[in-house]
């Protein structure tokens, strides 16, 4: 069955660029383009897609808002943003109101489309310059929360779990999905197949209460004594 897409533009040119490169998969099919954020999240309401292309820098309603409300509202549709932003208070507020992924736009097509792919297996996608960007930022975040006022909810609700205890090679694990590896990148590092990663993530995921990557990167991220 084909992975259904909606793609979230405000430039023509983008929005058309993309609808080419995606239409030419067999196993992809866009279900309509949109110019705005109000407009994606009106025609996620329509058509119930599996996925989202989301441009951040929207008129009417931004990416941002319009990834919440659809996590919200369709938590099925999974949100993939695309754009030329790299900057670090985009890619929080994207992972942190649910988006599976943060992409840069000059990426190769190929690239994309295999994100995609790897995005509807419930891999978090990120360019390495984003995640290397991400790092930093909740580095500097949970380095904040030492402080008595403490403002990251990702680090503080990540400190409630550090009673969690893990094993060895779990830790080994989670420090690769800290650094953005997808399952694949993982069991290539660890020489082992990925079904066996696939295991060991979904115990991570028991242990620390949740079954979604970018929230349980979120939260890993916020332990300090893992």
């Not at 992975?3 to 080419?20: E, F, K, N």
């Not at 904040?144 to 969690?164: F, T, Y």
Request: charged share 25%; with cysteine.
């Amino acid at each position: 069955m084909a992975i259904t897409i909606i793609i979230a533009d405000d430039q023509t040119l983008m929005r058309d660029g993309l609808q080419t490169i995606v239409q030419l998969e067999d196993d992809m099919n866009v279900l309509a383009t949109a110019e705005n954020g109000l407009e994606a999240y009106e025609l996620v309401g329509l058509h119930q897609p599996n996925l989202i292309l989301m441009d951040i820098r929207m008129p009417i309603m931004d990416g941002i808002e319009c990834t919440r409300r659809i996590r919200q509202d369709y938590p099925n549709t999974l949100v993939l943003v695309l754009t030329t932003f790299a900057e670090d208070d985009y890619i929080v507020d994207a992972l942190v109101n649910g988006a599976c992924g943060f992409l840069l736009k000059d990426m190769p097509g190929d690239k994309l489309l295999q994100a995609i792919r790897d995005a509807m297996k419930g891999e978090l996608m990120m360019s390495a310059p984003i995640a290397s960007k991400l790092a930093a930022r909740i580095s500097s975040l949970s380095a904040k929360d030492k402080r008595p006022n403490k403002s990251s909810a990702a680090a503080q609700a990540g400190k409630q779990l550090n009673g969690v205890r893990f094993t060895e090679r779990e830790k080994t694990v989670v420090a690769l999905m800290m650094e953005g590896m997808t399952n694949r990148e993982i069991a290539g590092k660890l020489f082992m197949s990925e079904g066996t990663v696939k295991n060991y993530i979904s115990t991570i995921y028991d242990k620390i209460g949740t079954n979604d990557r970018t929230q349980a990167v979120l939260l890993l991220k916020g332990m300090t004594d893992i």
